[in-house]
């Protein structure tokens, strides 16, 4: 099993519609983790952290599921703006180590 | 603030020559790392530094080498390139290790012939 894992996707989706992405992670001593955005031939640039009560952040809710070990990313109202690859990032052992596991990604595309 | 900055963008190399890639932040950030990324894979570490003078080997550490001489600067090495070298290389950095987000550079394409 992957240490965290992703749908790839693409998520094709209409403007306007509410899209959800779910990531996996398998280390249950995970302590830290975060969704990150790339957009195509670019860097990853952080979207959002995702806290244990769950947080919000405009059109973008992260929740956490520490029992099933995901999190998850949902974009309401979509936008065109909002397509790119989403990845999700896990700490390693939540020691306050160096290691980030990245997830490959889900790409979402906004449809006119 | 230019925050992360990577030189060069875009390089073509033989396979065994040799190059230097350059990062650089001015977040005053402790914490440095190199990672490659590929088709259908997660970024993957290649090294990172904790501190000023000091580097450590990542997952795929292998045909790399680093350091780290000046808190501002992180460099990574290929002292002889392969074909399977062939990336998108990122540089990133942090102000603590785990909890904290990184920031990345805009990437350097490598491409080994």
């Known amino acids: ?112 | 603030n230019a925050g992360v900055t990577q030189t060069p963008k875009f390089r073509v190399l033989k396979t065994g020559q040799s190059m230097t890639l350059l990062c650089a932040q001015d977040m005053n950030h402790e914490y440095m790392y190199w990672y490659r990324q590929d088709p259908g894979m997660g970024l993957r570490l290649i090294h990172y530094s904790v501190g000023e003078g000091t580097t450590a080997k990542g997952e795929v550490p292998d045909g790399y080498n680093v350091s780290r001489l000046k808190k501002q600067n992180f460099l990574l090495g290929l002292e002889s390139a392969a074909p399977s070298q062939t990336s998108v290389y990122f540089c990133a950095s942090s102000s603590m290790a785990g909890v904290e987000t990184q920031y990345f550079g805009p990437g350097t394409r490598l491409l080994v012939l």
């Open chain 1, 1 to 112: 099993r992957k240490e965290v894992e992703q749908d790839p996707g693409p998520f094709n989706v209409p403007e306007g519609a509410t899209v959800a992405f779910n990531c996996t992670y398998s280390n249950s001593a995970s302590q830290s983790f975060f969704w990150y955005r790339q957009d195509c031939r670019k860097e990853p640039k952080l979207l959002m952290s995702v806290y244990s009560s769950g947080n919000e952040d405009g059109r973008f809710t992260a929740q956490l599921n520490r029992a099933s070990q995901y999190i998850s990313l949902l974009i309401r109202d979509s936008k065109l703006s909002d397509s790119a690859t989403y990845l999700c990032v896990v700490n390693d052992d939540g020691s306050g180590t160096y290691k980030y596991i990245f997830g490959t990604g889900t790409r979402l595309k906004v449809l006119a």
